[in-house]
């Protein structure tokens, strides 16, 4: 998990340990992790780190990160289906 802060800054660590480079982060450090998220639609998320833990010149912008593949709602949707459907009690409380 890299909720916890501590995740968070031993990942930077280790990509830091790997000269930046993060596809060499996940060979040697990711054995663990699931990238299964970040790999669907043919690595679409995959692809959207690379391009944002990069050098700065080559990074993508916040809005072009924002419109990559990875966030499209064609990419999104099927995660979002198996989301439980709110009840029509839970409905009507939300309309309200």
């Known amino acids: 998990q890299l909720r916890k802060s501590e995740s968070l ?3 930077a660590r280790r990509i830091m340990e790997c000269g930046g480079d993060v596809e060499l982060w996940r060979e040697r450090f990711g ?3 699931d990238f299964t998220m970040l790999d669907r639609r043919n690595g679409a998320g995959w692809e959207l780190v690379l391009k944002l833990v990069c050098e700065r010149q080559r990074r993508l912008s916040a809005s072009q990160a924002l419109s990559h ?3 499209s709602s064609e990419s999104l949707g099927p995660i979002t289906a ?3 459907k709110a009840s029509s009690k839970q409905s ?3 309309r309200r």
């Open 69 to 71: 593949r990875f966030l």
């Open 9 to 11: 800054q031993l990942v």
């Open 92 to 94: 009507a409380t939300l």
């Open 82 to 84: 198996d989301a439980p």
């Open 31 to 33: 054995q663990n992790l």
